[in-house]
């Protein structure tokens, strides 16, 4: 194998295309070749990502001479058939998840990578996440004691018909196939492999699995129970208990990069404001019509973007997008960055999370901002958050500036 990795893409859907993107900015890899089913499809793929070949079949990426890895994006009920057709040709996979639809599937993908002698591996890619590391630091330092006990769980409302792939038994539906994999490879991971299973599951009319429940018995002794749904919304939460407390966990399905808090701070005096900030909470400026961000995120995105590596448009769909490099708590010394602005009569700020700047829009926050009413602005940020699910932690504090000459008046007013 040369020493750089020369991938090729089986699939050409989004969680292909975010792949892409990640791949182009890791070092030591190059993207060689795309397949997709249709020529044609293949091609746009190609042509957005400067891929020197498209093939319009999945045999032709099995036989490429110039691929050493394929990557396998296509529907879940392709999996174990791709996978081997790759591996037939000499292909090292790494397979999306699910890996196959079953155990005789699995079973079958795994003999043929071990009779091959090739590279074969699930892309359960939270394992390798900073935040797992030193789940697994704290785990190892005894802090807690003995882990015994372990819950996990991931839970949303899918919608679509029968005919949706989510619910689509032929095309590897179910929340066990689709979400369910999460909590079970987070808590194989931790706590070891999987001796025995107990499950109950709520059936659909079409025959996928809405919601699934399940206890797992670890090889080391320790129980861990796990849930999954299509139909709730679950907290997202890993919690590890030990006879000296827990460690609970929602880094892993928040995509952050560490475990801590992100934070921002402005402080007003005479015509002047400084400003604090850690993470990827922001503040913004509302000056004369106009919305500015005064703060960078400390993110892995930020970073590939300030080397040239990502576009801004790349950007806003990396996977690593959500992936921060700085945060309050996660380190044993305090790293924030800080800055100043000169206030004007009428400046508006706004405070906020993540949680809030993910769901809404610059321009949303413009138009709340533009009018100066700091309790209504605040209010209708957060509302309109919540309505479009409000996936994190949603914080807000907008504060106004006006009449900074008068000595008599508070320079900023904020509210919550």
């Not at 919690?239 to 827990?246: E, R």
């Not at 990827?280 to 080397?307: F, M, N, P, W």
Request: charged fraction near 20%; hydrophobic fraction near 45%.
């Amino acid at each position: 194998m040369s020493k750089t990795v020369r991938w090729g893409i089986l699939g050409t859907g989004r969680i292909a295309r975010d792949f892409a993107t990640a791949l182009r900015a890791t070092p030591g890899a190059s993207i060689a070749a795309v397949a997709s089913r249709e020529h044609a499809t293949a091609a746009a793929f190609a042509n957005d990502f400067d891929i020197p070949l498209a093939l319009g079949s999945y045999d032709g990426l099995a036989a490429c001479p110039d691929v050493d890895l394929v990557y396998i994006g296509t529907p879940h009920a392709l999996h174990a058939d791709n996978a081997l057709a790759m591996l037939a040709g000499g292909k090292g996979v790494l397979c999306e998840k699910p890996f196959a639809l079953n155990r005789a599937q699995a079973d079958t993908v795994v003999a043929a990578a071990r009779s091959r002698n090739l590279f074969l591996m699930e892309a359960m890619w939270t394992r390798y996440m900073p935040a797992m590391a030193e789940v697994r630091r704290i785990l190892a330092s005894g802090i807690l004691g003995e882990v015994t006990q372990a819950s996990a769980d991931f839970g949303f409302v899918a919608s679509g018909g029968p005919e949706a792939r989510l619910f689509n038994p032929l095309l590897g539906g179910g929340a066990l196939l689709d979400v369910g994999i999460y909590p079970l490879s987070i808590t194989a991971f931790l706590l070891g492999d999987v001796e025995q299973v107990r499950a109950q599951a709520e059936m659909g009319p079409t025959g996928v699995d809405l919601q699934t429940v399940f206890t797992l018995r670890h090889a080391g002794g320790a129980l861990s129970t796990c849930a999954c749904s299509l139909k709730a919304r679950t907290p997202g939460l890993l919690t590890l208990s030990g006879a000296n407390g827990q460690l609970r966990l929602e880094a892993a399905r928040r995509q952050v990069q560490r475990i801590g808090s992100t934070v921002v701070l402005l402080v007003a005096g005479e015509r002047c404001c400084g400003y604090l900030w850690a993470g990827d909470s922001r503040i913004y400026l509302c000056r004369h019509g106009r919305l500015h961000q005064l703060t960078r995120d400390h993110s892995h995105v930020e970073e590939l973007k300030a080397r040239g590596q990502l576009t801004a448009e790349e950007a806003l769909h990396h996977p690593a997008q959500h992936l921060i490099t700085r945060a309050v708590g996660a380190m044993d010394t305090l790293d924030l960055d800080q800055d100043t602005v000169d206030l004007d009569d009428g400046d508006t700020f706004l405070l906020c999370s993540d949680g809030l700047s993910n769901e809404v829009t610059e321009q949303e926050i413009l138009t709340e901002l533009a009018p100066g009413d700091c309790q209504q602005a605040a209010q209708r940020l957060v509302d309109l958050a919540l309505s479009r699910g409000g996936r994190d932690n949603i914080s807000a504090v907008v504060v106004h500036a006006e009449d900074l000459g008068c000595a008599d008046k508070t320079q900023v007013n904020p509210t919550l």
